[in-house]
């Protein structure tokens, strides 16, 4: 069992503290201090018992705490937080900032498996799934540097869908009210399709914004770019959003990071308008910032505004983003926590 403090939710605590003894409330006076006041340490949570306090060191429960390594600044007031783990994996997550409001990108694994062709994460093996208290851990670290974090993206390093079970848990604790009480509908998951993931998540009680990463409007090309797509193929993953959205009614984002000569014409942006068509969405068009060693080459500001009039004409809410943090790679699809070539 794990015995992070930090990896439960507020459920497992109540459990816990009435196992060793306590009144149910207890628990959350506990979560409350880990997750509104980022308590780190147990003696720091002020409101228990020092024997209860003492009880939990001695029964091996701990606070779990990310290292800062290094966070790089951008000119746009972007920043790249580099975090090494208790075992010395090292994880990165960027700050986006938008007037007032910042978005914090967080990883959910440990390098990825998934292995899309633009992508500098797909190029670490993966190494292992983050837990929930790491994933949340770094909405903490980042928070207590820069400010209040008002949106969290699953679109870090790694597949979230391939980390289900800690994701959704990490959606929970920073959804609690008692804790950092980011509203659900200011957290989105981003996958690269696993299609059973996404029906499976219509079915949870939680119900965060989903971005799916299409990046290609043909099987043909969406599987060069990303192998995900030889397992679930557009027609499975469309059924998939179908289903999704039969059940939550909830809109979903589609990313397309434009490529050039690859999946930037005006033939494949038409192609896109068919294979959308019926579906309630809307589509983030994301200029790919290449990193060292990456062979494939972002879009022209002419093609991508040519791209986005094309899906604006025939009806498709379309927003282009643009890079920011471009100096510190603060993209998705970048962040290679230092493992790759930058
Ligand atoms: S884009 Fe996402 S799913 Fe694809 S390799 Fe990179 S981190 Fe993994």
Redesign the pocket.
């Known amino acids: 069992m794990n015995k992070d403090l930090k990896d439960k939710t507020l459920d497992e605590l109540e459990r816990l503290v009435v196992e060793l003894g306590q009144k149910k409330y207890v628990a959350k006076y506990l979560f409350s201090f880990l997750h509104a006041e980022d308590a780190r340490t147990i003696a720091d949570i002020t409101p228990l018992s020092k024997a209860f306090r003492q009880t939990l060191g001695e029964r091996g429960y701990f606070i779990s705490l990310l290292k800062t390594l290094d966070c790089p600044v951008d000119a746009d007031g972007s920043r790249k937080y580099l975090f090494e783990l208790a075992d010395g994996e090292r994880i990165e997550a960027v700050l986006l900032r938008d007037g007032d409001r910042q978005t914090l990108c967080v990883s959910t ?1 440990v390098g ?5 062709a ?6 670490i093996e993966l190494r292992r799934n983050l837990t929930a208290g790491e994933i949340t851990d770094q909405v903490n670290r980042a928070q207590a540097d820069a400010g209040k974090i008002h949106n969290v993206v699953y ?5 979230p869908f ?1 980390n289900y079970d800690a994701v959704l848990k990490s959606v929970r604790i920073l959804n609690h009210a008692s804790g950092k009480n980011i509203g659900i509908r200011h957290i989105t998951i ?3 399709g696993i299609a059973p993931a996404i029906v499976r998540l219509a079915d949870e009680n939680v119900q965060p914004r989903l971005a799916i ?1 299409l990046n290609a409007s043909s099987d043909t090309l969406r599987a060069r770019m ?1 192998p ?1 797509a030889r397992r679930y193929p557009l027609s499975e993953l469309l059924e998939a959003v179908g289903a999704y959205q039969a059940k939550t009614k909830q809109r979903v984002t589609f990313e397309y990071v434009l490529i050039d000569g690859l999946n930037d014409s005006t033939a494949q942006a038409r192609q896109l308008v068919k294979l959308l068509h019926g579906i309630s969405c809307n589509v983030n068009l994301i200029e790919h910032n290449p990193y060292s060693g990456c062979a494939l080459a972002g879009s022209s500001r002419d093609r991508i505004a040519r791209f986005a009039s094309i899906l604006k004409d025939a009806g498709v809410e379309t927003v282009t983003r643009f890079k920011l943090g471009r100096r510190i790679k603060a993209a ?2 970048q ?1 290679q926590a230092g493992y790759g070539r930058s």
């Open positions: 694994q990825c498996a998934m292995g899309c633009f992508c500098a994460t797909g190029r679109m870090g390093m790694g597949e391939e981003s996958t690269c990463s990303m995900i998705c699809g962040l």
